[in-house]
């Protein structure tokens, strides 16, 4: 299993989401990144998935 960081910021730029979880494959995390913003009504925040190796699998600003 892989390390993934999830995070939503606020138009001011505070954090208002700063998760650590772990995923199979890219793949699995960006559908679980994707989950919990929606879970947590953030997907129309400013938001990145980042893997432990600094690959970026999901952005929105």
């Known amino acids: 299993m892989k ?3 999830l995070t939503a910021f606020s138009p001011s730029g505070e954090k ?3 998760e650590t979880f ?3 494959d890219d793949v699995k995390a960006k559908l679980h990144a994707e989950q ?3 879970e947590k009504n953030l997907n ?3 938001h990145r ?3 432990s190796t600094g ?6 600003a």
């Not at 690959?55 to 929105?60: A, V």
């Open 3 to 5: 390390m993934y960081k």
């Open 16 to 18: 208002l989401l700063d």
């Open 22 to 24: 772990e995923a199979a």
């Open 36 to 38: 919990l913003l929606k």
């Open 49 to 51: 998935c980042t893997s």
């Open 55 to 60: 690959k970026l699998l999901l952005f929105h």
């Open 44 to 46: 129309d925040t400013t």
